[in-house]
């Protein structure tokens, strides 16, 4: 559970009711845009309130009811995903660079340039982002955040989303290391344990991940890897 000194309040407002959650801010915002987070965790107290800073608290019959839901569970996920979480301007900002991140480094690892065939840079991308002067809004979804800020882009840089199949073939003596590792990067299309002991696999994975898949084959199989683009 979050302290209390760190908690803020979730709010919704409902068929004439009001009900309040004292919660951790960050889990609580990964929370409403759909990633998964430890309920207890999320919370500081188990209760639900009609006023959280009078410590007023709800009828649970009331809560259920009203919510229309059947557990304790349910009622603090309705109240988070459909009720406003109150952030200071301060985790406004850290929130804002945080989702800022995520998007630049989705488009370097999930792009190209059209024309070079390469993924782009990091830094290419949240130069661009500046010079488009995006404003990264907490509120809207990952993927409509996104959306918004690949049509921001489009007139800066040349994007374009791809995936690549390559074949794979690794030897016996790297398999241990490099197996577990492969499958982090994309989907595994086929695979097959050859009779001397190699791996063989076909992967689809991003374009701009690319470079960083064959890096990280290389450095675990010290170059003793024989691979295709499909």
């Keep these: 559970m979050v302290s209390l000194d760190r908690a803020v309040i979730a709010r919704l407002e409902t068929h004439g009711e009001h009900f309040e959650l004292l919660v951790d801010?960050?889990?609580?915002f990964k929370f409403k845009h759909g990633e998964k987070v430890d309920i207890e965790?999320?919370?500081?107290?188990?209760?639900?309130?009609?006023d959280a800073k009078k410590g007023d608290k709800s009828s649970p019959e009331n809560v259920l009811k009203t919510l229309g839901v059947s557990s304790f569970e349910e009622a603090v996920e309705k109240i988070?995903?459909?009720?406003?979480?109150?952030?200071?301007?301060?985790?406004?900002?850290?929130?804002?660079?945080?989702?800022r991140k995520q998007i630049i480094n989705y488009i370097a690892r999930n792009a190209i340039n059209p024309l070079t065939?390469?993924?782009?840079?990091?830094?290419?991308?949240?130069?661009?982002?500046?010079?488009?002067?995006?404003?990264?809004?907490?509120?809207?979804s990952f993927d409509d955040q996104l959306k918004l800020v690949i049509k921001s882009l489009r007139p800066l840089i040349p994007?374009?989303?791809?995936?690549?199949?390559?074949?794979?073939?690794i030897p016996p003596d790297?398999?241990?290391?490099?197996?577990?590792?492969?499958?982090?990067?994309?989907?595994?299309?086929?695979?097959?344990?050859?009779?001397?002991?190699s791996y063989a696999f076909v992967i689809t994975l991003p374009a701009g991940a690319v470079d960083e898949f064959f890096r990280k084959l290389n450095e675990l199989t010290r170059g003793n890897l024989e691979s295709k683009i499909l």
């Design 41 to 50: 965790a999320l919370l500081a107290v188990n209760q639900i309130f009609k």
């Design 25 to 28: 801010p960050d889990l609580a």
């Design 80 to 99: 988070i995903k459909k009720g406003e979480i109150q952030l200071t301007t301060e985790m406004r900002r850290k929130i804002a660079e945080r989702r």
């Design 117 to 140: 065939k390469a993924p782009h840079p990091p830094h290419r991308i949240e130069k661009a982002m500046e010079e488009a002067r995006v404003h990264i809004d907490i509120n809207k």
């Design 174 to 197: 790297y398999t241990s290391k490099a197996y577990p590792a492969v499958r982090k990067f994309g989907d595994i299309k086929q695979e097959e344990w050859l009779k001397d002991g």
């Design 159 to 169: 994007i374009k989303f791809e995936e690549r199949k390559i074949a794979v073939k």
